[in-house]
């Protein structure tokens, strides 16, 4: 590594003592991860934590009420025409999100290659996907809150706190991907006007950007990403 | 850590290796999808459901967002600290437990004096 951005340039130990010698004597503890990715990481460990919360509160109303819980088998379930199909529009955003997470991957790969029109179309991709799965969860919460009459509050279909966990867990990992879309396409944009190249400074930073914020940026998307796998499993196929 | 390719700017990496894993989460989701479909139900769903879910979100930890090729420092400050919600998970099923069997007597009558 000579890289400006990166520091060390001799020789570390590997396994074990590697850990001991990169936390240790007052020096720089992530050596061949940058600021920026460092940083992201640990947002994204803080993020772990708030989703955790939502998911244990989840857990603890759902194991101490004595009122039957709804069967979300049930309510998620889509007819298109003929029999209900359980789950079936949960499954979609699901493979949705997983496609999504895949272009994401190209994108970086893309990225460091500076191949720029592949990089930007990919990650708009990514942000279409993104997009069309906020779009689904729109329909869901249209159909619960209109047609079902799902409050927080209260369910026609067994326990109440059903609503206040359902709005509350998918409606931050909404949040999440809304957001994410909005800066996949502000990425997409500098990739595709060659900031990356050029070297032109950010707006808000003042900074010239590198085409590593592309990576950055798919670990934000995939942890969005993760978090849909673990609200699937709990939220969902409990 | 011994990838080669690691070791240019950022994580670079053969495209095999993520359509490979893309692929693999697909199967998986699909998977864990069936397991609702076909009504398994007891232990059998929840072992279903939790190893899918840790072997999607192992790959994509390890692969999609590269954790396999960091360094261990970063590795370990990124996992160690979620043993605390393993903690968290412990003491809320002991809580929700001790919630239940209160509202069993004291709500439902069932049990106690």
Avoid at chain 1, 7 to 16: H, N, R, S, T, W
Avoid at chain 1, 186 to 203: E, N, Q, S
Wanted: glycine content about 8%.
């Amino acid at each position: 590594m000579t890289n400006s951005n990166t520091g060390q340039v001799a020789a570390q130990p590997e396994g074990m003592q590697s850990i001991v010698a990169d936390w240790s004597s007052d020096q720089r503890a992530f050596k061949n991860v940058s600021w920026g990715k460092a940083m992201m990481w640990i947002f994204l460990l803080s993020d772990t934590f708030i989703f955790s919360c939502f998911l244990l509160s989840y857990m603890t109303v759902r194991m101490s009420t004595t009122i039957p819980w709804p069967n979300s088998s049930e309510i998620f379930a889509l007819s298109f025409g003929g029999e209900p199909i359980p789950l079936i529009l949960i499954a979609i955003m699901t493979f949705i999100l997983i496609t999504s997470s895949g272009t994401m991957v190209l994108a970086v790969n893309y990225g460091y290659r500076k191949d720029r029109a592949k990089t930007a179309i990919l990650l708009l991709i990514t942000a279409a996907f993104g997009a069309s799965f906020v779009g689904m969860q729109v329909f869901e919460w249209t159909k619960l809150i209109v047609e079902e009459g799902v409050r927080p509050w209260f369910n026609p279909f067994g326990a109440p706190q059903f609503g206040s966990t359902f709005f509350m867990i998918t409606g931050f990992h909404g949040f999440h991907v809304s957001v994410g879309v909005i800066f996949l396409i502000i990425i997409a944009r500098k990739v595709w006007r060659g900031d990356f190249d050029k070297g032109t400074r950010g707006f808000f930073t003042s900074r010239q950007g590198r085409y590593e914020i592309v990576e950055t940026m798919g670990l934000y998307w995939h942890f969005v990403d993760l978090v849909w796998v673990f609200i699937f499993a709990f939220f969902y196929l409990w | 850590m011994a990838h080669a390719e690691a070791h240019a700017e950022g994580q670079q990496h053969p495209l095999g290796i993520y359509i490979q894993v893309w692929v693999l989460l697909f199967v998986l989701s699909t998977f864990s999808y069936l397991v609702d479909y076909f009504h398994f139900e007891g232990y059998l769903r929840w072992t279903l459901i939790l190893l899918f879910m840790v072997l999607k979100a192992g790959l994509i930890i390890a692969v999609f967002m590269h954790m396999l090729w960091e360094r261990l420092a970063l590795v370990y400050a990124i996992a160690l600290p979620t043993i605390a919600l393993m903690v968290f998970v412990f003491l809320m099923t002991h809580e929700a437990d001790n919630t239940l069997l209160s509202r069993g007597i004291y709500f439902l009558g069932l049990g106690g004096s």
